[in-house]
């Protein structure tokens, strides 16, 4: 294995799980803000529903995009079966609901007298969803952390909807489970120590976007 | 006749089908500063919350100078008012960002922004602080902060939720000071609510004493004090209950009543034979080693039963057959020689005391 092919691995893992991370950010969290406002018969089973998924089996979701995707399955016109975009799509399915639970979790976490306060010094709608997101973000961070901790480390969704194409779709994951399989354990500690270091950057990246919140809110010396 | 600022008709709000508020008429003029009084969950915050449309009441019409609040219009009538919670709650960020917070909620620009702050902060002596997070202040500095986050917005309505609650009476006092002399200044019609009688008197225009969701009576407290509309609002205005007993004889509204083996004059409207209940002040009450020749009309020979400090003044608790309340100073403690188990004569004049119809009249319950 040259460098050049793990460059192009480690790079295929990265875009693809920052993608689904992120996407799972822009739908989950509106959908976490529309569940904290609004109250409506089994909101708590959609909640308890939400809970369960967020220990979604990730070769359970890759079982169910490979039927929508096959070439017979109801998406199977697409063509997206064994491309980047699948891959995509599984790990933003996997994420979701981490995604939705996590922010859910901390924007309960605020305060409500914080809301009301805002309203009564003539917050509108939009303008108290601000300060809800703001009063709530360090929790929100903890959820994306989490969902991009998810998405990269897992292995079975992305096997079996990428289909572990050399040069396409093979990603960090699936290159250490083929590479043990041939017995080149030295290219899989590699890519191993790769996805380590990798998931650790991104971690210290929002991490410290994270601490220097919580040191703003804690230290007077800011301004 | 000119609108009032603020008014309510025949508001009604109901909790598990029992009323939490029932008030057929409710207003407010211009630059008043009225205080809702009441027991707690006697409501007055709910009311407040209605007032300011953070809470929906079942029935009732409100109507802000003259104009009828309703869907279409409640958002803009709500940036007339500013509501202060009960609890000093802080957004995330500094002393600046937080008296800022209302104004950017309410689009004013930014110079405007800066100028208004730097009144505010030199009117409650906020300057050092601006830069401080709300964890790093104490108790009185986040209550100041408070206020002034209400004030800055420079709104035609401020209803403020026991903003004095929970600080200690050295600075309690200054801030309540503060704040009468800059709602003159300001001539912002204000509602405030509180359960502390001192509180209410010496901040109130006009009081309104609250109980379990009607408003008993409107009027300045010495209105109030002095002409309690029910046994319940001269309680609340600090009144003690006497005793209960019978009307013997009525002359020209001078009752005698007789309880207890003993006989007490007092002023009323009752007939021979009803049923009243007396109430009175315990700072009305005289005490004497020996019985003086004055104009007092109930003389009551009585025996110690405690002496307690009381705010300033002693509680002396006496015993004349009924129970009898007395504060007196130090300097009388000492003079009188007062102990538990000691006689004295202990007076109260005809007019200090009020009566009521007797419970046995099924209409009063205190």
């Given at each position: 294995m040259n460098l050049k092919e793990i460059l192009e691995i480690t790079w295929l893992s990265l875009t693809v799980s920052g993608s689904a991370a992120v996407l799972s950010?822009?739908?989950?969290?509106?959908v976490a803000i529309f569940l904290y406002f609004r109250r409506f018969p089994g909101k708590k089973f959609v909640v308890t529903l939400i809970n369960t998924g967020m220990g979604l089996p990730p070769v359970v979701v890759g079982l169910f995009v490979a039927l929508l995707f096959w070439r017979s399955g109801p998406l199977g016109f697409l063509q997206l079966m064994y491309t980047p975009a699948a891959m995509i799509i599984a790990q933003f399915i996997i994420a979701l609901p981490l995604v939705v639970g996590l922010s859910l979790a901390a924007l309960e976490q605020v305060d409500p007298d914080v809301l009301l306060q805002a309203r009564a010094l003539g917050a509108s709608g939009f303008q108290l969803i601000a300060v809800l997101l703001k009063e709530a973000r360090m929790g929100q961070l903890a959820a994306i952390i989490a969902a991009f901790g998810a998405v990269i480390s897992e292995v079975g969704a992305v096997l079996m909807v990428g289909g572990n194409l050399k040069g396409y779709t093979r990603v960090l994951t699936t290159a250490i489970v083929q590479e043990t399989r041939m017995g080149n354990f030295r290219s899989a500690v590699s890519l191993a120590l790769i996805l380590l270091a990798l998931s650790f950057l991104v971690n210290w990246f929002l991490t410290s976007i994270q601490q220097k919140g919580a040191n703003r809110w804690k230290n007077p010396s800011w301004k | 006749m000119e609108k009032p600022e603020l008014e309510v008709r025949n508001l009604k709000l109901f909790a598990r089908n029992k009323p939490i508020l029932n008030l057929p008429h409710f207003e407010l003029r211009k630059g008043e500063g009225l205080?809702?009084?009441?027991?707690?969950?006697?409501?007055?915050?709910t009311f407040l919350r209605v007032l300011s449309f953070l809470q929906m009441p079942d029935r009732g019409e409100i109507y802000y100078q003259g104009e009828k609040a309703g869907p279409h219009n409640r958002r803009q009538l709500s940036l007339r008012v500013v509501h202060l919670l009960q609890k000093p709650v802080f957004f995330r960020g500094s002393v600046r960002d937080n008296l800022l917070s209302g104004l950017k909620f309410r689009r004013v620009q930014a110079r405007e922004q800066e100028a208004r702050l730097e009144k505010i902060s030199a009117l409650f002596h906020l300057v050092p602080l601006l830069n401080r997070l709300p964890d790093q202040l104490s108790g009185g500095e986040r209550q100041r902060v408070h206020l002034a986050r209400a004030f800055i917005l420079e709104p035609e309505f401020l209803f403020l939720d026991?903003?004095?609650?929970?600080?200690d009476v050295e600075f309690r006092d200054?801030?309540?000071?503060?704040?009468?002399?800059?709602?003159?200044?300001?001539?912002?019609t204000t509602i405030l609510v509180t359960h502390i009688r001192d509180e209410a008197v010496y901040l109130a225009d006009r009081i309104a004493i609250m109980l379990e969701g009607n408003i008993l009576q409107t009027g300045t407290p010495e209105e109030i004090s002095s002409a309690p509309a029910t046994a319940e609002v001269s309680r609340l205005m600090g009144q003690e209950v006497l005793v209960e007993g019978v009307v013997e004889g009525s002359d020209g509204g001078l009752l005698e009543i007789k309880t207890c083996g003993q006989v007490i004059r007092a002023f009323g409207q009752q007939q021979r034979g009803q049923r009243v209940l007396l109430t009175f002040r315990p700072?009305?009450?005289?005490?004497?080693?020996?019985?003086?020749a004055t104009s007092v009309r109930n003389w009551f020979y009585v025996e110690i039963r405690d002496i307690r400090p009381f705010d300033r003044m002693f509680l002396v608790l006496l015993d004349c057959g009924?129970?009898?309340?007395?504060?007196?100073?130090?300097?009388?403690v000492e003079e009188l020689r007062l102990e538990p188990g000691r006689k004295i004569w202990a007076g109260i004049k005809a007019s200090a005391i009020t009566t009521w119809p007797g419970q046995a009249d099924g209409e009063q319950d205190i």
């Open positions: 950010m822009l739908v989950g969290l509106p | 205080v809702l009084f009441g027991p707690n969950g006697s409501g007055k915050s026991e903003p004095f609650n929970g600080l200054k801030l309540m000071a503060d704040f009468y002399r800059i709602r003159k200044a300001t001539g912002v700072e009305e009450v005289i005490l004497a080693v020996d019985r003086p009924f129970r009898l309340k007395a504060f007196v100073s130090r300097a009388s």
